[in-house]
């Protein structure tokens, strides 16, 4: 138990040191506003170079990869059929059936719906 202890420690204090010896040899000075900005030809920006995200692309974007990958893991359900028939039937039957709890879920709560 001391010795994972020891381990543990040796880890943090060695992955703080590295954190702190980037920080310290990095080359990178804040304190020029003119080199962080954004470039825009040689001109003076009129407004803000940053336009607001729709939250309602990203809600669609982490519903859209959920499902993705949910159904990336249905793919090798027919080659896993040839093991145990009934297992695997009532396995996928379940996972189905979550995945279309989930997207009536988020149907019937407006989270597939546009809002301007």
């Known amino acids: 138990m001391f010795m994972i202890m020891i381990i543990l420690f040796s880890i943090f204090v060695l992955s703080l040191l590295i954190i702190f010896m980037s920080l310290l040899l990095s080359k990178f000075d804040f304190k020029d506003m003119e080199k ?5 030809c040689g001109m003076n920006m009129m407004n803000s ?4 995200f729709s939250l309602q692309f990203f ?5 859209f990869m959920i499902f993705d990958v ?3 893991l249905i793919v090798p359900f027919p080659l896993i059929d ?5 297992v695997t039937s009532l396995t996928m039957i ?3 059936l979550i995945l ?4 009536l879920y988020e149907w019937l ?3 597939l719906e546009w809002k301007i």
């Not at 809600?59 to 519903?63: E, R, T």
């Not at 040839?82 to 009934?86: A, P, R």
């Open 100 to 103: 279309l709890f989930g997207i």
């Open 36 to 40: 962080s900005s954004a470039f825009e």
């Open 70 to 72: 949910e159904v990336a």
């Open 59 to 63: 809600l669609i974007a982490i519903i």
């Open 82 to 86: 040839l093991i145990n028939y009934q």
């Open 94 to 96: 379940l996972f189905l």
């Open 109 to 111: 709560n407006g989270a």
């Open 49 to 52: 170079p940053l336009i607001p």
